[in-house]
């Protein structure tokens, strides 16, 4: 098992290095072919190029290669990357520390990300579990149908409606109903509420991972098909075990290793839905802050931030790839 772990520790690490390099040859050729983003550190304002300059240099945008379209800066690539290892990721266009800034907006979005995990694991499981038991019933057909309905829909167009279409009604009800002080307003909010934090992104958590959750609802249905159908699960019943022990632990266990491999792949594309989320939300957590830094041509921001979501995907999908290994211990062996 442990070298199964260093193998794929490393093998994390080299995903990690080529997206920070991809990242880099594509933020190189936007700067090449857009000019110096140093001009968004003034806004509207005409800048002398001493003043540029000045810029440039603080933000390590001074090196003569950014003007040369086609050179891969490698030099700059391999002097940021000694300041990550330092732990330096640099500043935002107002000097703020970006490490300070995701230490304020990642608890935000891991909020988010447990509600969402938890909206994926209740819908998949319960779900996908009664459409395997009952197949081809009314509720077998009904449950496929609302995967697919699911699927149809973007996220991002769950939000807006939701925002603009919904919530307004629903806050103003929970606050005649319930009153301003109590939590039901805060869930129905339109946008986010930095002193009620887990009550304001439990509606777009969901709704996220609303989603989401038409893959592991088809996930659970066909690995619990599979399961109910193998010698295991005859030989169970044969002994005289109670249905609800066979269930539990012969068909919902072994198939819960596609479940847990679609939690590491799904969570990049969560990632993705999270800066809509947040930013339409206006939630101040990494998607946020992501959504702001692209918007005012943040490159040091958008570099750091990147690369942190980055790192975190790659420890996620080594956690995933452990948690899969001690499901099936068969997997540790390839």
Known sequence: MGRYIARRVLQGVGTLLLVMLLLHLLTTVAIQLNGNPAQAFFGDKVASESQLAAVEQRFDLDDPCFDQVGNPCLGPFVERLGEYARGDFGTNLRGREVSDIVATAAPNTLRLFVVVLLTWLTLGMVLGSVAARRRGSASDHGIRLTSVLIDAFPVFVLLIVYRYVVAVPLHRWAE?????????????????????????????????????????????????????????VRTARSKGLAERHVVVHHVVRNSSVPVVTAVGLTFAEALGGAVITEGLMNIYGMGGVLWEAVRNDDVGLVLGVVTLLAAVTVVVMIVVDIAYALLDPRIRYE
């Open 176 to 232: 005649e109903t319930f009153g301003e002080d109590s939590w039901p307003p805060y869930w129905f909010k339109p946008s986010f509420d930095a002193d009620h934090p887990w009550a304001t992104v439990v509606v777009p958590g969901i709704l996220l991972g609303l989603a989401g959750s038409a893959a592991f609802i088809r996930l659970v249905r066909a690995g619990q098909l599979e399961s109910y159908q193998g010698d295991h």
